[in-house]
């Protein structure tokens, strides 16, 4: 006795579907904005957290801009 197992799915049966690529891409993109966005704030809290001095040294605004002009 021979037996045949056919896989293929008939034109009714769809058993699961991938996402459209342009889903695919818009959802890597949102990833991609999200991280540099932290990646960001991660170096600007760095740099406020860094001491007065050394925020000057590098040209990293120190102190309030108001507080500089009326000197």
Same mark, same amino acid.
């Given at each position: 006795?021979?037996?045949?197992?056919?896989?293929?799915?008939?034109? /009714?049966?769809?058993?699961?579907?991938?996402?459209?690529?342009?889903?695919?891409?818009?959802?890597?993109?949102?990833?991609?904005?999200?991280?540099?966005?932290?990646?960001?704030?991660?170096?600007?809290?760095?740099?406020?957290?860094?001491?007065?001095?050394?925020?000057?040294?590098?040209?990293?605004?120190? /102190?309030?801009?108001?507080?500089?002009?009326?000197?």
């Amino acid at each position: 006795m021979t037996m045949i197992l056919d896989h293929r799915i008939e034109s /009714g049966q769809r058993r699961w579907q991938l996402p459209s690529l342009p889903l695919l891409h818009k959802a890597f993109a949102m990833a991609a904005l999200w991280r540099a966005a932290y990646r960001r704030r991660q170096t600007e809290r760095l740099l406020e957290a860094l001491p007065f001095d050394a925020r000057k040294d590098i040209g990293w605004p120190a /102190g309030d801009a108001a507080e500089t002009r009326r000197r």
